[in-house]
């Protein structure tokens, strides 16, 4: 890679996905995912990969951590800070919060605001590291890129997005530029992944000739069952 001095060339950004079995971390060029063996914690995992993976070195120019952890979205007009924490608790549990820190941040081109959570240690070990990095909702920011590449088929066709990580389920679509639904269900077993995606699809009126359902998630399984039901299928 070019130099010149101590500046590169180009920008170097780390970005930090972190959920509830696991993490992955990677670079333009490189990814590293890591899942949790039976009774190891995570602070103690991702602690080992800042010891012994390469790619986990200081001197990035730009971090970011996702939190793929449950979230919820309030509209930019009805938003108040001060009411975020009680909202997140009545629409997880009264515990949901409990070793977490509440985080929101604004998503301008969807017109809401997300609220989400991350394990308070693990954020606290990754801001050691990397005091500069910025906190992100892994779900919101999945859907502000899907807003985007959505632009082009306003108008041809309606496209319902869905990705799975194999303890829930994530689904939402756009209608005419505006987020028309977004949401989570624990959805671990193929069946349960396929019942809420067919339902949310008939309860918004999606066409199973003409619309497309979208799976943002590698799953063959899932993609193998939804195509008795609906024609049009993208692995994205």
């Known amino acids: 890679m070019l130099e010149t ?8 950004e780390l970005s930090i996905r972190i959920y509830s079995d696991g993490f992955s971390f990677y670079t333009p060029h490189s990814q590293k995912d890591v899942k949790l063996r039976p ?8 602690e080992d990969a800042f010891k012994t993976n390469a790619l ?23 938003f108040r800070s001060e009411e975020a924490q009680a909202l997140y608790r009545l629409t997880f549990g ?10 929101y941040e604004m998503l301008p ?6 609220v989400f959570a991350l394990d308070a240690t693990i954020e606290e070990t990754i801001l050691q590291h990397y005091p500069h990095a910025s906190i992100h909702s892994y779900f919101g920011q999945l859907m502000n890129k899907m807003w985007a590449k959505d ?36 959805a671990t ?3 349960n992944q396929l ?11 999606f066409d199973q000739k003409n619309d497309t359902c979208i799976l943002l998630s590698k799953d063959k399984i899932l993609e193998t069952e939804l195509k008795k039901y609906i024609i049009n299928i993208v692995c994205a």
């Open 5 to 12: 001095g101590n500046k590169r060339l180009t920008e170097q």
């Open 39 to 46: 009774n190891e914690s995570l602070e103690k995992a991702l």
């Open 56 to 78: 986990l070195r200081p001197d990035y120019d730009e971090v970011n951590i996702y939190a793929d952890y449950p979230s919820t979205r309030i509209p930019l007009d009805e």
């Open 94 to 103: 009264q515990d949901s919060l409990q070793g977490m820190n509440m985080h």
């Open 109 to 114: 081109a969807l017109e809401v605001i997300e």
């Open 151 to 186: 632009k082009r088929y306003r108008g041809k066709e309606r496209r319902l997005y869905a990705h799975c990580n194999g303890r829930q389920l994530f689904v939402f679509s756009y209608n005419k530029g505006k987020l028309q639904f977004a949401n989570s269900f624990e």
């Open 189 to 191: 077993s193929v069946d």
């Open 195 to 205: 019942y809420y995606l067919l339902y949310v699809w008939k309860q918004l009126g």
